[in-house]
């Protein structure tokens, strides 16, 4: 026959009621965490989504500003050579007419 120490030591070793009710209630609070953790993790991937169509989006940008600047970097390039071919005209005119002037005995005012 099993006494009452049988029994406590029963409910030492073996869940009771009361235990399975708290065990219960923590299994449905953590299904309820799981459920709010998956909603957090589809709202992260629509997020991370928009993210990477907003890099790719910022990445297209760059490369147009990038190729707009290399376009004026040309430009500025091409003013630049034109600018010291000019130069050069400009010295060799100056050179000639100061030339012509000294033969013609012409004084030049600055």
């Known amino acids: 026959m099993i006494t009452d120490k049988d029994i ?14 708290v065990v219960k209630t923590d299994v449905s609070v953590l299904k309820t965490d799981v459920s709010t953790l998956k909603t957090d993790v589809a709202i992260l991937k ?26 004026i970097a040309v430009k500025i390039d091409d003013l630049h050579y034109e600018y010291v071919a000019l130069k050069l005209s400009d ?7 100061h030339q012509i002037a000294k033969k013609i005995d012409l004084k030049l005012e600055v």
């Open 8 to 21: 406590v030591k029963l409910k030492e070793v073996f869940a009771t009621k009361e235990d399975l009710n």
């Open 46 to 71: 629509t997020d991370v989504k928009e993210l990477k169509e907003d890099i790719s989006s910022v990445k297209e940008m760059t490369q147009g500003i990038m190729t707009g600047i290399d376009k």
């Open 91 to 97: 010295d060799r005119q100056n050179r000639q007419i």
